[in-house]
Nanobody, 115 residues
Framework: QVQLVESGGGLVQAGGSLRLSCAAS????????MGWYRQAPGKQRELVAT???????MYADSVKGRFTISRDNAKNTVYLQMNSLKPEDTAVYYC?????????WGQGTQVTVSS
């Protein structure tokens, strides 16, 4: 059974940075496009960024130019570097394959950006 464990969240002031990590329990990264998603209070979960097995990336307009997704297949880990954070980035962040598989959702990691 695949487990995805997110880490790296926290409380940061607007303009600050955080780096999120997502570790998988077994090697799924080498064959799958991976994605970071987020869910803010009272809102639907949304896709933030994706990265293919070849390293091609895609970003939501709201984070383009501020966030960078990367992956290390040897470590079964995907990262999300978040710079110039804004209060509207406050959410629980999750990783999953893209398109997501409902059975893969982990606990997520909370990111809170204060103004």
């Amino acid at each position: 059974q695949v487990q995805l464990v997110e880490s790296g969240g926290g409380l940061v002031q607007a303009g600050g940075s955080l780096r999120l990590s997502c570790a998988a329990s077994r090697n799924i990264f080498s064959i799958n496009t991976m994605g970071w998603y987020r869910q803010a209070p009272g809102k639907q979960r949304e896709l933030v960024a994706t990265i293919t097995s070849a390293g091609t990336t895609m970003y939501a307009d709201s984070v383009k130019g501020r966030f960078t997704i990367s992956r290390d297949n040897a470590k079964n880990t995907v990262y999300l570097q978040m710079n110039s954070l804004k209060p509207e980035d406050t959410a629980v962040y999750y990783c999953n394959r893209y398109p997501y598989r409902s059975t893969y959702w982990g606990q997520g990691t909370q990111v809170t950006v204060s103004s």
